[in-house]
């Protein structure tokens, strides 16, 4: 047993209890700074842990209740690397957020800290949970946590709107977790339908918390709205948790009884549609915040389809997707914050050629994009190669064109974005966007001056590191060997009930196929050419425009419509999303 | 073991989702979440409920007395807690929602939209 294994739940959670008792009279700064450095060291635990579980998983069990005879009455936490990397990822992200977060709020002192830190270690409690019980908990203690801090700013409506909208959505889904988890351990007697009620209900509490289409609404609301330090945890790493739960629980509990080749139409299927949708909503938008956010879903459905090839090679996609898109997209919130420091807007035309005053910002903010639209060989693009040559195997040559497209749109509309803010270009005006809130939403309170390298720096690492990990030696190798320990499900249940070591196995190599090269090609160009396409759109020849707008603009303006802020729809959407998902899963299974 | 248990916790289900859907005040919809929310305890109690069993606690008592399962029930308990946990943030924000933007309307009070 590791002792390390606890850590980096433990060290948040004890901080930020600490710090709640006794940071009224440490004074504002030095909470910060207890808080930076409890951050720290639990990304420093983590990044050990990647190395330690190199080679068998590190299981813990508390209290020392370990299971006797393969049956475990205890509860544990599993970790492996992919698994600690997680933890080190939502480590790395919440040290750039308390970072980039000093002297953003004014009053209340300790109360951001804290709740941060109680976010890190909720999350990384739910990373390596090992067991279905403590996952829940662990679940249940992020989403609390996230609601809290989506409404940090109280005094506005949007922040009200977009916290209330959340945690109603959430809930729901959590209820929905929660029976799957009751009727998986009630085993009733009909088993193959309880099986089919359980996995329905797990993956469709854990899209909600993910954001898949159509469990997806709340998702922009809320990260449109929450203080942008909050955002980087967010959308860095809080949505793609859901799946990784969704990818442990098919893979230790339901690969035996439900067949990969059966499940796995249905969630390429949501999974391609989320990253559609997501991409054109995110075209939509000029609140750079909720651009992001639709971002992040359309991400969200390119790690789901990795995850729903169900095979090794996709669930070693979705781990190195996960994390470098994460860092990504951590960068470009960092970026938007500077922005929202700096000018106190956050809107794309209000910030038209503006942001040549922040050239750092910008740099980073198109870095994120090109790396987003799968630039070789950068992290994202090894992570779509390794679906595209997965996807070719299985015969679903036709997955990775749609992907190559969703990344088009995402990244296309970020690298507008950067166009026209940091470089000036484009029209001043778009009738085709969502119109602009009427209130400015979030500022930050405290109006003193900050360093400029308290800013910048986060932004700047989290860029390198996102970009950068694909260097690591082997990375891919590593992925794929790991995947392989949790795919094989028979050993791994061995290895954690039973403490049998799996048998050794170098790590493969990989290089990536001409097909994905020719793919990232494709859409890292397509991308470009999209951008110059939303800067110009009104240049192009007029034949051709109301061509364009005969086709787009219902389907444009029904999409608009759905998104209504208003959370009973939402809420229709998620039962309807459940309806479907189980009727689908039904039909293929029998 | 009945299946009335399980119906139950549908149908109450499917009441709080139909009132979250219909609601018009922030109120009634906390309410309606909570109710929703407690259909989870009536399945978690119903699938470690034993027939003729005693409450779980294991002193003083003969090997091989029956009792209810006590892992759903300390469950249960994490779910209540969560409950007013999420029941009291809830409110705390339609205070506000109250206090700034004068709705408790979850229609009236949509900023973000499209």
Redo the contacts between chains.
């Keep these: 047993m590791d002792v390390l294994v606890p850590l980096p739940v433990a060290i948040p959670l004890l901080t930020a209890a600490a710090l709640t008792a006794f940071g009224y009279w440490c004074g504002r700064r030095l909470d910060d700074l207890i808080a930076i450095v409890a951050t720290a060291a639990t990304l420093v635990i983590s990044l050990l842990l990647v190395f330690r579980s190199n080679d068998h998983d590190l299981v813990y069990w508390f209290g020392g209740w370990k299971p006797s005879n393969g049956v475990a009455l205890g509860i544990s936490f599993t970790v492996d690397p992919g698994v600690a990397a997680v933890a080190t990822l939502v480590a790395t992200l919440a040290l750039a957020a308390l970072v980039f977060s000093w002297r953003y709020f004014d009053e209340v002192g300790t109360l951001f800290p804290v709740l941060m830190l109680v976010f890190v270690g909720a999350m990384c409690g739910f990373a390596l949970a090992g067991d279905l019980f403590n996952l829940f908990v662990w679940f249940e203690l992020m989403s609390v946590v996230a609601y809290a801090l989506t409404g940090y700013g109280v005094e506005h409506a949007g922040p009200l709107e977009g916290a209330i909208n959340f945690a109603v959505t959430n809930s729901v889904g959590s209820f929905c977790i929660l029976f799957g988890i009751g009727f998986l351990y009630a085993r009733t007697g009909a088993l193959n339908l309880a099986q089919i009620v359980a996995f329905t209900l797990l993956v469709g509490g854990f899209m909600t918390k993910a954001g898949a289409v159509p469990f997806h609404f709340w998702l922009s609301d809320a990260y449109a709205v929450a203080p942008v330090p909050v955002c980087i945890l967010l959308a860095g790493v809080m949505s793609d948790l859901g799946l990784h739960a969704i990818a442990r629980i098919y893979w230790t509990v339901f690969s035996g009884t439900l067949s990969a080749g059966d499940i796995r139409p249905v969630l390429i299927g949501f999974g391609l549609v989320t990253a559609i949708v997501g991409g054109f909503m995110c075209f939509l938008q000029r609140d750079l915040k909720r651009m992001l956010a639709f971002a992040t879903i359309s991400n969200i459905g390119a790690v789901l389809v990795g995850i729903a090839l169900l095979t090794r090679s996709g669930l070693a996609s979705s781990i190195v997707y996960l994390n470098t898109n994460g860092l990504l997209r951590g960068a470009a919130f960092v970026a938007v914050g500077i922005l929202v420091r700096r000018f106190k807007s956050g809107d794309e035309l209000d910030l038209r050629g503006r942001g040549r005053r922040a050239p750092i910002a910008g740099v980073v903010f198109a870095a994120a994009g090109l790396g987003l639209a799968l630039l070789p060989p950068f992290g994202p693009f090894l992570a779509n190669a390794l679906v595209v040559d997965s996807a070719d195997t299985l015969g679903y040559g036709w997955v990775p064109p749609v992907l190559a497209l969703a990344a088009v749109l995402s990244a296309g509309t970020i690298l507008r974005a950067a166009a026209r803010i940091f470089g000036g270009l484009g029209e001043a005006k778009d009738p085709l966007f969502s119109h602009e809130p009427e209130e400015s939403q979030e500022e930050p309170t405290d109006t003193r001056r900050v360093s400029q390298p308290l800013l910048w720096i986060p932004a700047a690492a989290l860029a390198l590191v996102g970009l950068g990990l694909v260097f690591v030696p082997e990375l891919a190798g590593h992925a794929l060997r790991n995947a392989g320990r949790l795919v094989d499900r028979s050993a791994h249940a061995r290895e954690v009930l039973h403490g049998v070591p799996p048998s050794p196995a170098p790590a493969p190599s990989y290089s990536p196929s001409a097909a994905a090269y020719a793919y990232s090609v494709a859409s890292t160009l397509g991308a470009l050419a999209f951008a110059a396409f939303g800067l110009y759109r009104r240049r192009l020849p007029i034949v051709l425009r109301r061509a364009a707008a005969r086709v787009a603009d219902r389907p444009v303006a029904g999409l608009k419509a759905l998104h209504s802020g208003v959370v009973g729809d939402y809420v229709a959407w998620l039962t309807a999303g459940i309806a479907v998902l189980g009727g689908v899963v039904a039909v293929v299974v029998r | 073991?009945s299946y009335l248990p399980f119906v139950l916790?549908a149908w109450i289900?499917l009441v709080g989702?139909f009132g979250?859907?219909?609601?018009r005040h922030?109120i009634h919809?906390v309410v309606c979440?909570s109710l929703?929310?407690s259909?989870?305890y009536v399945?978690?109690l119903s699938?470690g409920y034993v027939k003729h069993g005693g409450a779980p606690i294991f002193k003083d008592v003969p090997l091989g007395t029956k009792a209810v399962d006590p892992?759903?029930q300390?469950?249960t308990l994490?779910?209540i807690v969560?409950s007013v946990?999420?029941a009291a943030?809830?409110l705390a924000?339609?205070i506000?929602?109250k206090k700034?933007?004068k709705t408790m309307n979850?229609?009236e009070?949509?900023?973000?939209?499209?």
């Excluded at chain 2, 009070?109 to 499209?114: D, H, S």
């Design positions: 073991m916790a289900f989702i979250i859907v219909r609601s922030f919809l979440l929703t929310q259909s989870t399945l978690l699938i892992v759903v300390a469950l994490t779910d969560v946990t999420v943030l809830l924000l339609a506000q929602a700034h933007a979850p229609d009070l949509r900023p973000v939209r499209g």
